[in-house]
């Protein structure tokens, strides 16, 4: 009579599953949400072991960053720095707080309004007037850096 052990090991190696390479299964894992990776990691050891080579965390945790910006202030109350702290877990890559990877204008200021469902937008002052500023707003994914300028409007200005 076969063991328990056994019998799983012999299971697990007819599965579907394990006939798909490491790079499949990242691929498939970079759609789930992050709290549900971390159970994925339960399944099995290759599992596990693909979820937590150090070669796939920035892939798997590119839509799956939690986390929240704050500023810094120097005793002049003057703004110091933009920070991010993340609580999706210390195997997800670090948030850039400067949000470097959007290019600014002459100005080169960069505020944050409003965020949702990871996206950020994003006031850029583009070059400043003697009466007035050249503004555009921006929506960006942090986690992913990628970032797209949103049409302007004769409202633009006024928001």
């Known amino acids: 009579m ?18 798909l390479s490491d790079d499949l299964l990242v691929e ?9 990776i971390c159970c994925c990691k339960c399944v ?17 945790c590119q839509s ?3 986390g929240f910006f704050y ?3 120097n005793e002049n109350n003057k703004r ?8 999706s877990g210390k195997g997800c890559p670090r948030v850039d707080p400067s949000l470097s990877f959007i290019p600014r204008g002459k ?3 960069l505020y944050l309004l409003d965020n949702c469902n990871g996206l950020l937008l994003c006031r850029r002052l583009k070059e400043k007037r003697p009466r007035s500023e050249i503004l555009d707003y ?22």
């Open 28 to 36: 498939i894992f970079s759609r789930v949400p992050f709290k549900f």
């Open 80 to 87: 110091v720095s933009r920070c991010y702290q993340s609580v």
């Open 107 to 109: 100005e080169g200021d």
């Open 2 to 19: 076969a063991s328990r052990g056994s019998k799983n090991k012999r299971n697990t190696e007819r599965s579907p599953f394990s006939r």
């Open 138 to 159: 921006v929506v960006c994914n942090p986690a992913t850096e990628k970032w797209v300028a949103v049409p302007t409007t004769k409202w633009s200005n006024k928001v």
């Open 71 to 73: 500023k810094t202030y």
């Open 64 to 66: 799956t960053v939690a």
């Open 44 to 60: 099995c050891t290759r599992w596990r072991g693909v979820i937590s080579h150090p070669d796939h965390h920035k892939q798997l």
